[in-house]
């Protein structure tokens, strides 16, 4: 007898997603549209002002935040990137990039801070995020798609899907790593719940909640290539057409400049929480 | 009244502690309560008042509930039962608005790791009590840096904690908490952090600073030099979690209440603690104008002693007149006092500890008078008091004594 026909775990998750595609439809268009937006708004930004610009700005940001070496790269490789002719498939990944990190933080930071509060929260979050973490990437691609079909959002939920647990693990680490004493003295100075941890918890957890930052942006990165393959559009799709058509130049090219802006966007938000460690550690 | 008064005192921690109450009444040891409840009891019915102003010492070793103890005054830590009244107000009955009011403005707390919010400088961890609460900037401003200055930090103030010594962070640490102007200061083993030498310095530093201030301070150690130096009174913890004794340094050193006490005081240099005051008593004395030099030789030969002090009527201390002087004196046939009244007779307070005086008693001839803050004389130290002070601190340990070099000679004989 097959047992399967008792319990089928990948039939009931398909129930569970056609369900919610049947019922949940206004949520799924509320969340696109602001998806859609927030794309929108960062694309503007990046593709707006001519490449060279651009290319000051970033250079500039990576002088003030990281250093001269970091700048120096940062002219080459995205020069290079623009020499490449992948100026503008380069900036539409990082707005998926940057769309998908803005709401993993809106979410994933108070969802650390929950965590870190309460054991009972933390026991359920994290085979929760241990699950986010180790399911096989493309699987996301599957109900993404069929809650938002295909195109960029689909895209920038996987990602957000993928890169969110590194936030909420360091903001709960940082959280329960703040020093008894240091917990102890704002109390004993009478702070407010409130006060405790905007006043004492957050700014000393900062370092590693900014190491989760860092974390949440690199996997974002990675994940956001993977979502080429339902037409989110940017890189992704360049490094998609050389797979699909064999072309070694096209694909080569294509991977290129993802590391270089991975690296940009590493060694920037490293520099930040480091001076934010400095700060705090001396 | 008591500022704070402590009644009947339990901290129990474990499962469903307050069945374990009972069990301590009964008699029942710690250890088997642990084993038939899970219930670890930190402290065991405590009772105490601490007065307004003074310096009241906990003391006990580690898993003695001392810093437990310090942690249910300002309820960081919620004690199982009992009272602690504040004022007249029990801090255990108190709603979370009553008890931030008591935490913000009645009682600072300093820890023994400094607590310090690492990505603030020096007066912003000062001010933060004051910006808790919701002081406005600039008057918190003011009131921080004046505290810094009064724990002598003017000039750090931007610095970052992380670049200060142990030292100067435990200031910090002391300055965030006067800042506030608070009526009480906890100070959970607020100087064991820092090493030997900064220690004694921070404790002279409070000891000055308490002159100044008249604060209430509790002070919790396992540190009984410390203790005894700092306490006006001082509380001592059994490893039971219940109070052994209450008293001051020198009551705890001369009568200790039991065994662990007198244990303990065992290896205390109590010279340090016992105060002219205790070994001294009255001395001979003689008013002058008053009295002449008949009545300075009686005075001598009533008490059996070989000088007299000399004072006025309102008792400020005019000399010493010693027999050898008087009698040569008398031969003269002179009445006035006058011309053989000495003055270079060493004075002291009476709070001073006899460490202080053994080498100028050894040096001196006559007894060491005692002369209160308002300069009345209040009686004399003789040399012999001080030297059995000393030396009772040596009965009964292994100490070597000297011997003289004939014995050395006699034993080098018998042995060869």
Known sequence: MDFRTFIDIGGSFETIVTWLRNNMGWLFSIISDTVNGMLGVSRWVLQTPPTFVMIAIFTAIAWFLASKGVAIFTLIGFSLIWYMGLWTL????????FSSVVI????????????????????????????????????????????????????????????LPPAVRLTNLGIRQVPKEIKEAALSFGCTNKQMLLKAELPVALPTIMAGINQTIMLALSMVVIAGMIGAGGLGNEVLRGITQLRIDVGFEGGIAIVILAIFLDRVTQALGTASRKRTEG | MALIQVNDLYKIFGPNPKRAIPMINKG??????????????????????????????????????????????????????????????????????????????????????????????????????????????????????????LVGLDGFEESLTSELSGGMQQRVG????????????????????????????????????????HKTIVFITHDLDEA???????????????????????????????????RFVQNVDRTRVITAATVGGRAATITYPREDLQAAIRAMERNKTSSVFVTDADRHLKGIVTIDAAVALQKKGEKDLASIIKNDVYTTSPSTPISDLLATAIATGYPIAMIDDNGHFQGAVSRAAIIAEVNKGYEGSDTEMPQTLSDLQDALQDGE
């Not at chain 2, 600072?108 to 406005?136: A, K, T, W, Y």
């Not at chain 2, 607020?190 to 000891?207: C, K």
Request: some cysteine; glycine content about 8%.
């Open chain 2, 228 to 262: 005894l130096k700092l306490g006006d009174r001082i509380a001592i913890l059994g490893p039971d979690g219940r109070v052994r004794q209450i008293g001051t340094p020198e009551e705890i050193l001369a009568q200790p209440a039991d065994e662990y006490v007198k």
């Open chain 2, 174 to 213: 002391l300055a965030r908490a006067l800042a506030n102007d608070p009526e009480i200061l906890l100070m959970d083993e607020a100087f064991s952090a820092l090493d030997p030498l900064i220690r004694t310095q921070m404790q002279d530093e409070l000891l000055e600073l308490q002159a100044r201030l």
């Open chain 1, 90 to 97: 380069t900036m539409s990944t990082l707005a998926l990039v």
């Open chain 2, 28 to 149: 029942i040891s710690k250890g088997e309560i642990l084993k038939k409840t899970g219930c670890t009891i930190a402290i065991n019915g405590a009772t105490f008042a601490i007065e307004r102003k003074e310096t009241f010492v906990v003391m006990g070793l580690s898993g003695s509930g001392k810093s437990t103890f310090i942690r249910c005054l300002n309820r960081l830590i919620e004690p199982t039962a009992g009272e602690i009244l504040i004022d007249g107000e029990d801090v255990m009955k108190m709603d979370q608005d009553k008890l931030r009011e008591v935490r913000r403005y009645k009682m600072s707390m300093v820890f023994q790791n400094f607590g310090l919010l690492p990505h603030r400088n020096v007066v912003g961890n000062v001010e933060f009590g004051l910006e808790i609460s919701n002081m406005d900037k600039e008057e918190r401003r003011k009131k921080a840096l004046d505290a810094i200055k």
């Open chain 1, 104 to 163: 993993a933080l809106l979410l994933g930071v108070p969802m650390g801070i929950w965590s870190a509060k309460s054991d009972k929260v933390w026991n359920i979050m994290r085979p929760t995020l241990d699950f986010m973490q180790t399911l096989p990437a493309f699987v996301y691609l599957i109900p993404a798609v069929l809650f938002f079909r295909l195109g960029p959002v689909p895209g920038v939920i996987a990602t957000l899907v993928f890169s």
